[in-house]
């Protein structure tokens, strides 16, 4: 038989119509999926879970072919949007996290709920499981607090309750202070307590059964926990067991939004919000990244990443509606990028147990599985039964750091030409520049005695607006170069442009539509960020539904 390297087959992942499904809410209305992850169980290696703004949790058989019967089961998980969810390794059992406040731990098999974790104050944004310990697992909430359940412990009033909580894990540093000096604010009856949205917790992840690695939303940091440590007892200011700052050379503030371990334990790939993606050795005594993937666009705190099952490849979803493929032993090299998604990609998965089967979900409201295909052929038929294909970005270089040193020079965001076919990526990230002036000055990025590649986009990218930036350019972030350059019809367009909004103010609702695609030319912003909404609605516990 003929023998393949597993990079030559990157540009043969197909979608095929059959593979694309419908995220669907309580009321048949299509809504965004926000989560997917493959069963952990050795007997159920091809069940794929979804879950979505509404709730709903449905499990898909991926081997499947019959379209019929490609949906084993569905529930209504939560009553508010489930951000993330993990499976019970080994087991078929799961546990989602949602913006109702609450994990949940359901046996998907008979069907039932087992259990439910109350001790957050806020959204749940994720959850992971130790690969070593069935009953232990974490979750991390726009609270600020890290937490540990353990569902061998026994339930108190019904519930089951943390047994190990870090508190204000990612505080940024001008929000600390004594515990003494806050004052305490009158609380109403049914509302959590008011939350800063600069203390997030945006992801959490078990390294083993003693270390949790932990990212925030706007500190730049990641850290590392010691669970053989009682965190409970520091109220304030913990302090990790290893900290990495943030190693590019914005000075805006930036966060993470994944966080994803190879199968050694020893490399973390962290996406940051300055779209690229971080690899860290976690064995070595230097804090600095060996590695940087770019050429994506990572505009929210949805965008997620995954590996290969053999820890040769990085996948990464994207606000320029593509998700990318990165060869992780050549970081500088283009990636392969899957497209025909209409909207932001945002959690994506690699089949633990195959290699030639992907999953994206997307802010179109679909979620996709690809498939490697064996055959090369091209015909008419195929052609019009795909919805998803390949493509190499050869039309500009990545975003490039180039590791000559012990440390790494990255350029900011740069502005994006604005196009009166598309509009903006759903929702901007925290950290982003406000870009309202309209004076040219020299660019204020820091000389470095490393390489620093510019910035190129794909035509896709081009077409995104200066409204993708969260913020207003100020006179001091445009170069010169821009301000020349634009048109009097892109300054109006800049005019016209919303007040900014940071990650955590209202947004936009998303507007109900019949189907599941979005042409480019009338794209709205695509979904109700829940986690994103006023203090009053983040502590309401049910799911409010606007209907456009």
């Known amino acids: 038989s003929q023998k393949y390297h597993l990079q030559s087959l990157l540009p043969f992942f197909q979608c095929e119509r059959q593979d694309e499904h419908i995220s669907y809410g309580g009321f048949g209305t299509s809504v965004p999926p926000f989560g997917c992850s493959f069963s952990a169980a050795m007997d159920l290696p091809h069940v794929l879970a979804v879950a979505n703004e509404e709730g709903i949790v449905k499990l898909y058989d991926t081997e499947c072919q019959n379209t019929d019967r490609k949906i084993l089961k569905d529930w209504q998980a939560h009553t508010n949007a489930v951000f993330d969810l993990a499976w019970v390794p080994g087991e078929h059992k799961l546990v989602t996290a949602s913006g109702d406040q609450t994990a949940k731990l359901f046996d998907v098999k008979v069907g039932e709920l087992i259990g439910e974790c109350r001790g957050h104050q806020c959204s749940l944004k994720s ?53 003494k000096m806050k004052k305490k604010k009158p609380a109403f009856r049914g509302l959590a307590p008011s939350v800063d949205s600069q203390q997030s917790v945006t992801v959490v992840l078990f390294q083993d059964e003693h270390t949790i690695i932990s990212a925030g939303a706007v500190d730049g940091i990641i850290k590392m926990w010691d669970l053989r ?39 973390l790939f962290a996406g940051c919000t300055d779209d690229n993606i971080y690899m860290f050795n976690l064995t070595g005594l230097k804090s600095d990244p060996v590695s940087v993937f770019s050429g994506h666009l990572n505009s929210t705190f949805y965008i997620k990443s995954s590996l290969s099952p053999d820890g040769q490849f990085l ?20 990636p392969i990028m899957l497209q025909g998604h209409s909207q932001e990609v945002t959690s994506v998965t690699w089949c633990p147990s195959d290699f030639t089967k992907i999953v994206t979900c997307s802010d179109d409201n679909t979620v ?132 900014p909004r940071k990650a955590f103010t209202p947004v936009e609702q998303y507007p109900r539509a019949s189907t599941s695609r979005l042409s480019p030319v009338c794209e709205k912003k695509a979904k109700r960020r829940l986690d994103t909404s006023s203090d009053k609605a983040e502590n309401m516990s049910v799911l409010i539904t606007v209907t456009v």
């Open 127 to 179: 959850v992971s499981f130790s690969k070593f310990e069935k009953t232990v697992f974490s979750t991390g909430g726009r609270d600020g607090n890290v937490m540990v359940w353990d569902t061998r412990c026994s339930k108190k009033d019904g519930f089951y309750r943390q047994v190990n909580q870090i508190t204000g894990a990612h505080n940024a540093p001008d929000k600390q202070t004594p515990l």
């Open 229 to 267: 440590k009682n965190y409970t007892a520091y109220r304030q200011d913990p302090i990790p067991a290893k900290a990495f700052s943030y190693p590019g050379s914005s000075t805006r503030k930036l966060g993470y939004s994944s966080l994803v371990l190879d199968s050694t334990g020893s490399n």
């Open 315 to 334: 996948l990464s979803g994207s606000s320029d509606h593509n998700a990318y493929i990165w060869k992780v032993s050549t970081p500088l090299a283009s």
């Open 368 to 499: 996709r599985v690809w498939r490697l295909r064996r055959s090369c052929s091209k015909n008419g038929a195929e052609r019009a039964n795909s919805v998803g294909w390949t493509h190499q970005k050869i039309d500009c270089t990545p975003v490039g750091i180039l590791l000559t040193g012990s440390r790494i020079s990255t350029p900011d965001k740069s502005t994006l030409v604005q196009s009166p076919c598309f509009m903006a990526s759903p929702t901007p990230a925290t950290c982003v520049p406000s870009y309202t002036a309209d004076l040219p000055m020299s660019s204020n990025t820091p000389t470095s005695p490393f390489t620093t590649v510019p910035k190129c986009y794909t035509p896709k990218q081009k077409a995104e607006a200066f409204t993708s930036s969260p913020k207003q350019m100020s006179a001091s972030k445009v170069s010169i170069k821009d301000w020349i350059t634009r048109t009097p019809r892109s300054y109006m367009a800049d005019m016209k442009t919303p007040s």
